[in-house]
């Protein structure tokens, strides 16, 4: 082989070493990306479970008092008739 040959088959080796290098890259840069969301997405859906709950025991509490109430009501009907 020539040394320009040889020159050629250097720079392309390199070529194709930069493309891969550049490759993988951005597959690590999306995956990071991915990630992100992903965190992003768990992070809400925690806050929004967490603020569910919170509603449910607003609303379950005021179930009890609405029931305590009605019992209430019913013990002084009862003594009444």
Do not use: C, W, Y
Request: charged fraction near 30%; glycine fraction near 8%.
């Amino acid at each position: 082989m020539s040394p320009k040959s040889l020159r050629g088959s250097t720079t392309f080796r390199f070529d194709i070493s930069n493309i891969q290098t550049s490759v993988e890259g951005e597959k690590h840069s999306r995956v990071r990306l991915l990630e992100g969301i992903l965190h992003n997405l768990e992070s809400n859906l925690n806050e929004i479970s967490g603020a569910k709950n919170d509603h449910f025991n607003v609303l379950a509490g005021k179930i009890r008092e609405l029931e305590k109430s009605l019992e209430d009501e019913v013990e002084q009907r009862e003594r009444i008739g």
